[in-house]
Each structure stands twice: as structure tokens, then as C-alpha cells.
């Protein structure tokens, strides 16, 4: 490679909950670079979580973050062209690129999702990832199925 790779950014933590890992999301949730905005559905929506499940006995946070890891993919398909036939040959995902689809997803499937505000749908998602449902929870399934019925393909790694 001619050009060295560039450097990693480090991600200042959230002003609420001290987490880089919000930070992450809500540049992600972001729109046209109005980042307040996002923070603010973002908090709206674990405000509503919290109200939502006060019998999980567990924070709100902590319920995100259990859904992130509910809704992240381990394995991912891409194509590989062999010999002019085309491959979905099945792959591990770096840990950093595992959480960064799971969070795209879990944003992707809430505006998908009907509702009045957008912390509305992101609450419900949240939740919906929590209880291994929903929209991200059934992309990651497919993704995975998909990678099982194509491991014969796995020896095309490159």
C-alpha cells in the first residue's frame, strides 16, 4: 500500500452519561451535521426506555447497550468472483466494524418503524433489540443464516 492508513479518532464522551460508545451513536443519528438535535432524541429515547421497562431492573443505558450487543452480527457474506461465477463467501467481522453495523442498523430499522418522533421509534426499537426482536434483530439472523447456508464457500477467503 502506498498511502499509510490513517490515524483512529478518538471519540470525546457524552456530556450525560460520560460514554464514548453514545458518542459513536449519535454521530451515526446524525443528520446535516446537527448533532444537538441527535442528542437530544437520543436522551428523549432513554428517557422513554426507562419509563417503558422499570421492571428490568436495570438502567436505561445498560439496556442499550444490551441491545447493541443483541443486534451485532458476528459473521458477515461478501462476494467473491472465482472463475466467472460469483460467491457470497462468509467472513468474521473486526470487533470495531461489528458495533459500528449493529448501531447503522438499529438507527436504519427505527426510521423504518412508524411513530410520532423519531425518540419514539428509537425507544421502541431499543426495546424490541433488548427482547431479540424487531427489524435490526431480524437483519443480524438473515445475515447469519445467510453466512451458514453459504460456509461451504468459506475456503475463498482472501
Known amino acids: 500500500m502506498r498511502k499509510s492508513k490513517p490515524k483512529k479518532r478518538i471519540l470525546l464522551p457524552d456530556p450525560k452519561f460520560g460514554s464514548p460508545d453514545v458518542t459513536r451513536f449519535v454521530n451515526n443519528l446524525m443528520i446535516e451535521g446537527k448533532k444537538s438535535i441527535s442528542y437530544?432524541?437520543?436522551y428523549d429515547a432513554i428517557k422513554m426506555v426507562e419509563e417503558k421497562m422499570?421492571?428490568?431492573?436495570?438502567?436505561?443505558?445498560?439496556?442499550w447497550k444490551l441491545a447493541i450487543e443483541n443486534i451485532t452480527p458476528q459473521v458477515e457474506v461478501k462476494s467473491r468472483r472465482v472463475g466467472g461465477a460469483t460467491f457470497q463467501v462468509p467472513m468474521e467481522i473486526r470487533s470495531d466494524?461489528?458495533?459500528s453495523i449493529g448501531m447503522k442498523?438499529?438507527?436504519f430499522y427505527a426510521r423504518?418503524?412508524?411513530?410520532?418522533s423519531m425518540s419514539e421509534k428509537?425507544?421502541?426499537?431499543?426495546?424490541?433489540?433488548?427482547?431479540?426482536?424487531g427489524g435490526a434483530y431480524k437483519k443480524k439472523e438473515d445475515?447469519?443464516?445467510?453466512a451458514e447456508a453459504n460456509k461451504a464457500f468459506a475456503h475463498f477467503r482472501f
Open 143 to 146: 445475515t447469519h443464516r445467510m
Open 54 to 63: 422499570k421492571n428490568a431492573d436495570k438502567p436505561a443505558l445498560e439496556i
Open 105 to 107: 442498523n438499529l438507527i
Open 112 to 116: 423504518k418503524r412508524t411513530g410520532r
Open 122 to 133: 428509537l425507544a421502541a426499537e431499543i426495546m424490541a433489540a433488548y427482547n431479540n426482536e
Open 97 to 99: 466494524r461489528k458495533v
Open 40 to 42: 437530544t432524541i437520543f
